[in-house]
């Protein structure tokens, strides 16, 4: 990648669909041209046209708004979407995707009872995407919580740094469930961190999607660390706006979280290390910085 010219974010910054629910995702499309966002993440799930290609094309076309990303329907909620079975979903979201000039499908690591399609997960995902251009890229997930207790729900586990995938999705809302170093995470991802969904989140465990800068997750530096890498992915605003008592409310905590994302991806200047709005980041490669290596790296 290119490095980007002072005062222009490194990467495009989308809006999941998923952010304006119980909107649907024709809202989804309007509020993004409305705030500006450069494309959408189209969350597949239960509403029809978040399902068919030809809808979704229509509506970009409409809205002058690109879908960048794909997000198969791997939720509990979706588990009977297109199909229930795991692998024609994923095939599915491919063809979409490639349809849609979109490049990355985001997929989640399978649950533990699908375990014929947990076992031969990795190797699948590995050969799906020897077959197209599109990226898969699985996301970090967490164990689900009760009563303070972890529940493993997810196979091979929920954490996809400890299997050999080509790309990553890094979710700091996630991050924050699984009450994991964030930071750290995103090291181990490395050069293979290829999508980002920009969200808070708190250590109450459970998965709140807040606006970046409203929680405890290191948001701004793994923005800046993006700067500094080479990555040539997209970020994507995945917030939850279901308590929003309005829809001047919704749009505000959206325009709020582009703003901030859009903000922490401008590369540093001269003189902009140690101000304020930009974290206190040197302008040099740090080795200890997730998302971050030198020349040639």
């Keep these: 990648m290119e490095q980007s010219p002072i005062g222009v974010p490194v990467a495009k910054v989308a809006l999941s669909t998923a952010s304006v629910y119980p909107l649907d995702t024709a809202a989804a499309f309007a ?3 409305r705030l500006g966002y450069d494309g959408v993440e189209v969350m597949v799930w239960t509403d029809p046209i978040s ?4 809808a979704l094309r ?3 076309d409409r809205y002058g708004v690109p879908i960048l990303a794909v997000h198969a329907p791997c939720l509990l909620i979706t588990r009977g979407v297109w199909t229930t079975d795991p692998w024609e979903k994923l095939q599915r979201s491919r063809r979409a995707a490639e349809r849609l000039g979109a490049s990355t499908v985001v997929v989640h690591p399978p649950f533990r009872w699908q375990r014929s399609y947990a076992r031969a997960f990795v190797e699948g995902i590995r050969r799906m995407e020897s077959e197209t251009e599109v990226r898969f890229a699985v996301e970090n ?3 689900w919580r009760y009563r303070e207790r972890g529940v493993q729900a997810y196979a091979p586990g929920w954490d996809p740094t400890e299997e050999d995938y080509r790309h990553f999705t890094l979710d700091l809302s996630h991050t924050a469930s699984s009450r994991s170093d964030a930071l750290a995470m995103a090291k181990r991802m490395g050069e293979r961190l290829s999508h980002v969904h920009i969200a808070d989140g708190t250590a109450s465990g459970t998965d709140e999607h807040l606006v970046p800068g409203r929680g405890t997750q290191p948001c701004a530096e793994i923005l800046a660390g993006l700067t500094r890498s080479g990555f040539d992915g997209t970020v994507v605003a995945e917030i ?5 008592m309005s829809g001047t409310e919704r749009e505000k905590d959206l325009a709020e979280a582009l703003e901030f994302t859009r ?3 401008i590369p540093e200047g001269p003189g902009d290390a140690g101000h304020p709005d930009r ?5 040099d490669p740090d080795p200890d910085v997730p998302g971050t290596r030198r020349p040639g790296g």
Aim: hydrophobic share 35%; proline share 12%; no cysteine.
């Design 279 to 283: 974290a206190g980041h040197p302008g």
């Design 31 to 33: 509020i993004a041209a």
């Design 58 to 60: 229509a509506l970009s």
């Design 51 to 54: 399902q068919d290609p030809d």
């Design 141 to 143: 997930m967490y164990p």
């Design 240 to 244: 939850n706006t279901r308590r929003a």
């Design 263 to 265: 903000r922490h991806l």
